[in-house]
């Protein structure tokens, strides 16, 4: 019997902390690569409106404010990711939001990496199958992920 896990989905994006240096840049993409199948890739840069609807989850928190302004400060790139539990796989490339814990706990990690502060640390990851559908319809309108996304458990063949 040969045990056939299914492919997911997840977003990615690189925030502007890290486009603005081209070395990041290009590190975190190699990773990406030899990770993840890149189904879809975009450079964008975000309104101020755009970053309040996509942390509206965040409203009202100490960070919000700062959070909106620096994710609409420059270009940011986002991908589309597929492996076996990309969404679990990604956060843990991540590793922790806040960067104090992210360099003493998990300094082999992207923000432990490269992490500047508790918000201008580098990368997004979505936290679930759910939010992944969700964040990459945010980011890529014309992506059809019910063609791609796969929710049930691994099969077994
Ligand atoms: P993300 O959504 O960006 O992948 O990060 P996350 O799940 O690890 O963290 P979350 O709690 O969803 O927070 C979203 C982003 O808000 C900023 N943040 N700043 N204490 C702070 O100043 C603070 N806490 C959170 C970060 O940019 C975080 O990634
Ligand atoms: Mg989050």
């Known amino acids: 019997m040969r045990c056939v896990k299914a492919l997911q989905l997840t977003l990615a994006v690189v925030k502007p902390d890290a486009v603005a240096h081209p070395l990041i840049l290009e590190a975190l993409h190699q990773k ?4 993840f199948i890149i ?3 975009k450079e964008l840069m975000w309104r101020t409106k755009d970053s ?3 942390y509206s989850e965040h409203a009202g928190r100490f960070f919000y404010q700062r959070l909106v302004e620096f994710m609409s ?3 940011m790139r ?5 492996r076996e539990d990309a ?3 990604w956060r843990g490339m991540m590793g922790p939001t806040k960067v104090f814990r992210a360099l003493f706990t998990s300094p082999d990690t992207i923000r432990g990496q490269y992490g500047l502060t508790d918000t201008r640390n580098t990368t997004h990851g979505s ?3 759910e939010s992944a559908r969700r964040e990459i319809s945010f ?5 059809n992920a019910d063609e791609w996304m796969v929710m049930e458990e691994p099969r077994f063949r």
Do not use: C, M, Q, W
Request: net charge negative; aromatic share 18%; glycine share 4%.
């Open 139 to 143: 980011f890529f309108p014309e992506f």
């Open 87 to 89: 969404v679990t796989h």
């Open 39 to 41: 189904i879809r890739k």
């Open 78 to 82: 986002a991908y589309v990711l597929a």
């Open 73 to 75: 400060s420059g270009p």
């Open 32 to 35: 990406i690569l030899e990770n």
């Open 127 to 129: 936290d679930s199958i």
């Open 52 to 54: 309040e609807k996509f």
